[in-house]
């Protein structure tokens, strides 16, 4: 059975940073793409970065240059890096494993983070 802990969100003032952690379990993580989505109150959730399973990455044009996505295959867990944060980026974070070229999630989602930005 797949299983998605989402970690590491919390109350942060626009400019600031956080990293959250996705520590996967039941999947082969390795040969997975994966994703990290968001939704915020009232919209559809949206992904904003992805890793394929070499590495290559792609971002949402609303978190090019702010963001970073990253996976370490021998801890099964990818992260995400978030710099200079905007209120617009409060939202719930989720991640997933995802059609690289359909960027369609794959599994059940997690319980995702909070992220909440806000001075």
């Known amino acids: 059975q797949v299983q998605l802990v989402e970690s590491g969100g919390g109350l942060v003032q626009p400019g600031g940073s956080l990293r959250l952690s996705c520590a996967a379990s039941?999947?082969?993580?390795?040969?997975?793409?994966m994703g990290w989505y968001r939704q915020a109150p009232g919209k559809e959730r949206e992904l904003v970065a992805a890793?394929?399973?070499?590495?290559?990455?792609k971002y949402a044009d609303s978190v090019k240059g702010r963001f970073a996505i990253s996976r370490d295959n021998a801890k099964n867990t990818v992260y995400l890096q978030m710099n200079s944060l905007k209120p617009e980026d409060t939202a719930v974070y989720y991640c997933?494993?995802?059609?690289?070229?359909?960027?369609?999630?794959?599994?059940?989602w997690g319980q995702g983070t909070q992220v909440t930005v806000s001075s």
């Open positions: 997933n494993s995802m059609g690289w070229l359909t960027n369609t999630p794959l599994g059940s």
């Open positions: 039941g999947i082969i993580f390795s040969i997975n793409a």
């Open positions: 890793i394929s399973r070499t590495g290559t990455t």
